[in-house]
């Protein structure tokens, strides 16, 4: 299976866990984000604290947690997004 | 937590709406000027200019807040700011729309946000501001955390915000 390198980046809370803010990743490329965000537990276990209060963003959308195949590119940017908090 | 503070600026001045107002939004990292920013908002054949003044407040639960940080996943924080705009302009007849977000860190009392709508009437621009800020809340990548009297310190979530309680999520 074809396998793409994502840069990662981390906010708020998942930054201070993470203790970084971004990190290069590799995904398959044909992935669901369920599996995404299941894949960078297994990563960085100390995130499965807040892993039930978080959404994924890709490319700056957010994505809604499913199922539903999709596939990343080389490059692509995905983001951990605790809850937020602005205004 | 933020205190609010929602006001509408009559002007004297109630002529046919111009063709396509202007969005502005920006994330920066100083003081905001509300003056300045309602004066970007108001235009010629604006009736009212609605604004909200997000400022932060000093104390939660009991607790005294000594100073809050905010941090912005700045690109997508601008776009979705922007999707804001333009859904408000779906819904309500508006000219300008200005919406400025402050991050890095911001003393107590001072504003965190400000939004400014102008449009031909007040209604509009009032009902307008007010979705405007409950959109923002639900939508905006941005994220405060509270600093207390005794240094600790918590990461605050917006009511509006569909995961923050369970999956899922956001539109």
Redesign the interface.
Known sequence: MDRVKVKL?F???SREIVGKKEADFEFASCTTSVSILEKLIEEYPELSVIA????L?LN?E?????NQELTLQAGDEL?I??????? | M?GECNTAAELDTVGPAAEGGQDHVDVVEDKLSVEAITAQATSPTSGAVALFV?TTRNNFDGKSVLRLE????M???K?KMLETCELVRSKWEVENIVMI?RIGVVPVQEA??VIAVSSPHRKEALEAVHFA?DH??????????EIYGDESSS????QE?K?????????
Do not use: R
Not at chain 2, 70 to 73: H, I, K, L, N, P
Not at chain 2, 136 to 145: E, F
Not at chain 2, 155 to 158: A, G, P, R, V
């Open positions: 980046l906010f708020a809370k039930e209060n978080v959404v963003s700056e957010y994505l809604e947690l499913d983001a997004i605790p809850p937020i908090s602005g205004g | 933020s997000g905010y941090e912005a996943y690109p997508m924080a776009k977000h965190s946000i800020i923002v809340k639900a939508t905006v990548p941005v994220w405060k955390k990461w605050k979530q917006n915000c995961w923050s309680g369970a999956h899922p999520p956001a539109s």
